[in-house]
């Protein structure tokens, strides 16, 4: 879990259950995160990625214990939970990324307004500005959404997903623009799935299954036998479970 | 008859019609904007139930205090406010979603005001509440009409960043400012306030009227949120000084006259409308190279 490692904690989970409706999407969570991670987060679906994540960006509360944030942190949701056919364009959609540092009612100068441009440019979606998000192709939304993370520009960086529906052009250059900003020192963590491209770029790996089956260098958890009993995790809830009663 | 005899003789002449353009135009400025946020939320049946939610409180007021302005507005907020906040508060505390507990309470507060008054033993005459007065628009009521709409507009630009945040992307929302969630009552607190001016003029049914059918008709011309707004608004304004001159000339009831105008404009933006227009979207138009 925790590697003995000299950075600074990034995040701490102390004793954290995540989830819905007394029913633990994450459970009983233990564990640092150091600032300067690029930590995959894998498992099937239904064991609480999303979730944790969510709890992370405070957009859910824990269950139960604390989630101790020592950075700010900036969040990339599921692509499918953004309202696509809501009409503004991709301009205005990057430039919430400027909602941390402005305020939600703040006045947007020039200079922000160059902000916004670079980052686009940066993401490969130079001439995109006045198009609607609705006409954006999966890719695209993507690298928006990536566009807005660059100008949210806070030490942690929480991507959910972010190489979902993406071709592999797409998905080389986002990976590209992850790797640039593990460099920078930021911290990452990403949810994904695609187990090759975990073991090349990802050095460390969180493999959950509603409850932490490993953590740790991606090569020691990326095992058959993790694999395996994260496999074997039941999907559906148990009705009749009863409480919980490992120690708080 | 020329031009001038059919749209400007009226106003010209008369006081009533004047200060009824007035009134229109204030809702219009109002509720136009609101009724595009409330179409792409996919909330257009809200500001239905909400009229209903506010018609007991309205009632109430004229019970207590008479044909009363500052009564009848000031109960119609009130159950408004409450049955907007109770509703939020349910759907946030429990399973139930914010339709169902929404069409609960006002349901609730439809059939507690008519209990309320039938307690009373009044024979109240709920026709002005239903259908407002237009034509008889004081001086009070048009200050009413100007300060809502005002009150409205500004607030809508103060909170207009992060209520397109609520409805795109929430869950972004809240990681980047927890008290995000309070923008959606702000903005049911608008719609409460625009509905219950906008029941002096057309009453409280009416008042939906010409909040929604503009604000769908928008839909047709436009892709972008501020262009919408103010096609909406401008629809809004077409609709009331339109049907204002059809109530006239025709002796049509000005209330209805001026929805049915809004009706008719959007049964015109449906079809020939330059966005997605059913027939204009038919038009054979070659696609572009790239």
């Known amino acids: 879990m925790t590697q003995a490692s000299p950075l600074p904690?990034?995040?701490?989970?102390?004793?954290?259950?995540?989830?819905?409706?007394?029913?633990?999407?994450?459970?009983?969570?233990?564990?640092?995160?150091?600032?300067?991670?690029?930590?995959?987060?894998?498992?099937?679906?239904?064991?609480?990625?999303?979730?944790?994540?969510?709890?992370?960006?405070?957009?859910?509360?824990?269950?139960?214990g604390q989630i101790h944030l020592t950075q700010p942190v900036a969040y990339?949701?599921?692509?499918?939970?953004?309202?696509?056919?809501?009409?503004?364009?991709?301009?205005?959609?990057?430039?919430?990324?400027?909602?941390?540092?402005?305020?939600?009612?703040?006045?947007?100068?020039?200079?922000?307004?160059?902000?916004?441009?670079?980052?686009?440019?940066?993401?490969?979606?130079?001439?995109?500005?006045?198009?609607?998000?609705?006409?954006?192709?999966?890719?695209?939304?993507?690298?928006?959404?990536?566009?807005?993370?660059?100008?949210?520009?806070?030490?942690?960086?929480?991507?959910?997903?972010?190489?979902?529906?993406?071709?592999?052009?797409?998905?080389a250059d986002l990976i590209g623009l992850l790797r640039d900003w593990h460099q920078?020192?930021?911290?990452?963590?990403?949810?994904?799935?695609?187990?090759?491209?975990?073991?090349?770029?990802?050095?460390?790996?969180?493999?959950?299954?509603?409850?932490?089956?490993a953590w740790g260098a991606s090569d020691a958890v990326l095992t058959e036998t993790n694999l395996q009993r994260a496999r074997h995790m039941a999907e559906a809830h148990d009705p009749f479970a009863a409480a919980c009663e490992r120690a708080a | 008859m020329s031009a001038y005899d059919i749209l400007i003789t009226p106003f010209a002449d008369y006081g009533f019609m004047r200060r009824a353009l007035v009134g229109i135009v204030a809702l219009a400025f109002g509720a136009g904007p609101i009724g595009v946020f409330l179409t792409l939320r996919r909330m257009s049946l809200v500001g239905d139930a909400m009229a209903h939610a506010i018609l007991p409180g309205a009632a109430?007021?004229?019970?207590?205090?008479?044909?009363?302005?500052?009564?009848?507005?000031?109960?119609?907020?009130?159950?408004?406010?409450?049955?907007?906040?109770?509703?939020?508060?349910?759907?946030?505390?429990?399973?139930?979603?914010?339709?169902?507990?929404?069409?609960?309470?006002?349901?609730?507060?439809?059939?507690?005001?008519?209990?309320?008054?039938?307690?009373?033993?009044?024979?109240?005459?709920?026709?002005?509440?239903?259908?407002?007065?237009?034509?008889?628009?004081?001086?009070a009521t048009l200050f009413l009409l100007v300060t809502a709409s005002s009150v409205s507009l500004l607030t809508l630009a103060l909170i207009f960043r992060p209520l397109v945040l609520e409805c795109v992307d929430p869950e972004f929302l809240r990681s980047v400012h927890g008290h995000g969630g309070r923008v959606h009552l702000i903005f049911l607190a608008l719609l409460t306030l625009n509905l219950v001016s906008g029941f002096q003029a057309l009453g409280t049914l009416l008042a939906v009227g010409l909040m929604m059918l503009p604000a769908v008709a928008a839909r047709f011309f436009s892709r972008q949120i501020g262009p919408m707004m103010t096609i909406a608004t401008v629809i809004g304004l077409l609709s009331g000084v339109i049907g204002l001159l059809i109530s006239y000339h025709v002796g049509l009831p000005t209330g209805p006259a001026i929805i049915l105008t809004a009706g008719l404009i959007l049964l015109g933006s449906v079809l020939f409308g330059p966005q997605d227009g059913i027939l204009t979207s038919r038009l054979p138009r070659p696609h572009l190279e790239s």
């Open chain 1, 9 to 64: 904690p990034a995040i701490h989970f102390d004793n954290v259950t995540l989830g819905y409706d007394r029913h633990p999407a994450v459970h009983h969570l233990e564990g640092t995160i150091r600032q300067g991670s690029l930590l995959a987060v894998l498992g099937p679906n239904g064991g609480g990625k999303s979730t944790l994540l969510k709890g992370i960006s405070g957009a859910i509360k824990p269950l139960d």
């Open chain 1, 76 to 171: 990339l949701p599921q692509s499918a939970e953004i309202d696509r056919s809501f009409p503004i364009n991709v301009f205005d959609l990057v430039a919430m990324g400027l909602i941390p540092s402005r305020g939600l009612m703040g006045r947007v100068s020039r200079k922000d307004n160059e902000r916004v441009t670079q980052a686009l440019a940066k993401v490969g979606l130079v001439g995109f500005e006045e198009r609607a998000i609705g006409t954006l192709s999966g890719g695209q939304m993507q690298r928006a959404l990536f566009a807005r993370l660059i100008l949210q520009d806070a030490p942690i960086f929480l991507l959910d997903e972010p190489l979902t529906a993406v071709d592999e052009k797409t998905a």
């Open chain 2, 60 to 139: 109430l007021g004229y019970l207590v205090g008479g044909l009363s302005l500052g009564f009848m507005t000031a109960g119609g907020l009130l159950a408004g406010f409450i049955v907007a906040l109770l509703a939020g508060a349910l759907s946030r505390i429990s399973v139930l979603r914010e339709d169902a507990s929404l069409a609960s309470f006002y349901l609730i507060s439809l059939a507690g005001g008519v209990v309320m008054l039938s307690v009373k033993g009044s024979n109240l005459d709920l026709l002005h509440v239903l259908f407002g007065s237009v034509l008889g628009l004081d001086n």
């Open chain 1, 184 to 213: 920078q020192g930021r911290t990452i963590i990403t949810v994904l799935h695609d187990l090759a491209l975990i073991r090349r770029e990802f050095p460390e790996s969180l493999l959950l299954a509603r409850d932490v089956i």
